[in-house]
């Protein structure tokens, strides 16, 4: 972007200022990214919560809720935590597509659009540590919208926990999304057309783990459930109404929070299966990392830092 210094008052013809208003005007320069680049407060971030519809045929809406869309076509779940930002699963992009998210919906195909909000996206920010279906690692990825939506009723945030944010196993939570993931693995593969709901519980890893190396050729000592990832399960009942990429949901001390998101499309392959997710906790930094970096990258950035060189310059003649 280029700035020209008659457009910030300076140049031929004007008077530059002196010493004590450049004391008062760096201050207030050095505050302005502050409130350009965040829309909410962090100390007390907005979180939404579920709430029931007078339809007695639907079920709960979840505000947070995203269907990723490529080419228009429903490929994955998400879930908005900022009005700029979608969290979903990195296995869920598909190279460089045309992508967008409809929100604001419990409808897979919503007829008209007076609560739902149909948004292209602008970028996506894959995690350097995603290895690939092969081996899932940093199954996580970030959706910049094209523009920031407007919270409402029907549009609303989960909150991120913190890094240090212990969930406790047998937390009750629960898995939303559109897919009957169950159905993919034959040729009657359907969505539903109403967001499906299901109650689980946080499991131990290393049970989750033990679960899954019954029939894998992979040695015990080689864990299959990493770190980086948290198991729930609904003690042999179908859980499989999750899209890959969508969240896991915990409300924990009267806020909603992102603990997960469904990484393992295969848990779903049996009922008893549990549902295994990335750990959000393990990628609270990064993801807060980059919706910082790209806040403070736009448009504005050239300017400030011209105008800021300017009042720090010594006064010539002084």
Known sequence: MAVSLSSLGVGPGTSRPSVLSRHVLLPLLLLLPLSWGNKQDTTNPVCGEPWWSEDLQMTRHWPWEVSLRMENEHVCGGALIDPSWVVTAAHCIQGTKEYSVVLGTSKLQPMNFSSALQVPVRDIIMHPKYWGRTFIMGD?????LQAPVTFSEYVQPICLPEPNFNLKVGTQCWVTGWSQVKQRFSANSTLTPEL????????????????????????????????????????GENLCYGDS????????????I???????EKACAKAQNPGVYTRVTKYTKWIKKQMSNEAFSGPCTSACLLFLCWLLQPQMGS
């Open 140 to 144: 996580v990825a970030l959706v910049h």
């Open 245 to 256: 990429g969508g969240p896991l949901a915990c409300e924990v001390e009267g806020r909603w």
């Open 196 to 235: 499906q709901e299901a109650e689980v519980f946080i499991m131990d890893n290393k049970r989750c783990d033990q679960h899954y190396h019954k029939k894998s050729f992979f040695p015990p000592v080689v864990p299959l459930v990493l770190g980086d990832m948290i198991c729930a399960t609904n003690y």
């Open 258 to 264: 992102l603990a997960g998101v469904l990484s393992w």
